[in-house]
């Protein structure tokens, strides 16, 4: 029972460097998200995917890159790091849109 | 039990006693709501939902209600215990139909021995 795994755990950019964190769920949902949560703002959206091959901005999509390689797996692309994307980013999926997310244990992300 | 005003960032609460906490959400169209917690260094877990058709559900030591008048959720849990400790989030989605949930910015729980 995995559930939604996320990869790396952690990671220290420099400022322009790019790279993608990677996400896979194994319970078959349709629908998966990335997320990001700053100190006292909660979480908030960055992109979703309905279902496999769909992508969508959320609340704070600039600056990011999603694709939804297959029902599984939903990648999340920084293409040039910036100080401001220092997160803790979380991939979520759910069964269909109405149902509780199960998320991830999170990406420590800082860019220095 | 302890009780708080409308969200409040941080809960110190007995353990053994009941704790509420407070919620409240900005869209009257929102008709799903859920209560996560999210304990250090981890994802945040499904602790338990409600649809806008009801104004109460129970669960496992968990009760939300919901006060569709006022736009308020809160989450009851009884019998604090220490591994109760964490953030606790509410989040609301606009539409069934829609998938995009939007969070409240968290209460901190701090269970007391």
């Known amino acids: 029972n995995a559930g939604v795994t996320q990869t790396p755990k952690f990671q220290v950019l420099k400022t322009g460097q790019s790279m993608t964190l990677q996400c896979a769920q194994d319970?078959?949902?349709?629908?998966m998200y990335w997320y990001r949560q700053d100190p006292g703002m909660g979480l908030r959206l960055i992109y979703y995917?309905?279902?496999?091959?769909?992508?969508d901005k959320g609340e704070v999509p600039n600056g990011y890159n999603v694709s939804r390689l297959n029902k599984r797996e939903f990648s999340l692309r920084l293409e040039s790091a910036a100080p401001s994307q220092t997160s803790v980013y979380f991939c979520?999926?759910?069964?269909?849109?109405?149902?509780?997310?199960?998320f991830g244990s999170g990406t420590r992300l800082t860019v220095v | 039990g302890e009780s708080v005003g409308l969200h409040l960032p941080t809960l110190s609460v007995q353990e053994g006693d009941n704790s509420i906490i407070n919620c409240a959400y900005s869209n009257s169209a929102s008709d799903y709501f859920i209560w996560y917690k999210q304990e250090s260094g981890k994802g945040p877990q499904f602790i338990i939902d409600i649809r806008s058709n009801m104004d109460k559900r129970q669960g496992q030591r968990v009760t939300v209600l919901l006060n569709k008048t006022v736009k308020h959720l809160s989450l009851q849990i009884a019998a604090t215990q220490p591994g109760d400790s964490a953030v606790y989030f509410c989040?609301?989605?606009?539409?069934?139909?829609?998938?995009?949930?939007?969070f409240g910015a968290g209460t901190t729980v701090t269970v007391r021995a």
């Open positions: 989040a609301e989605n606009i539409s069934s139909n829609d998938y995009k949930l939007s």
């Open positions: 319970m078959n949902h349709n629908s």
């Open positions: 995917s309905a279902s496999e091959g769909t992508t």
């Open positions: 979520a999926s759910s069964e269909s849109a109405g149902y509780g997310y199960t």
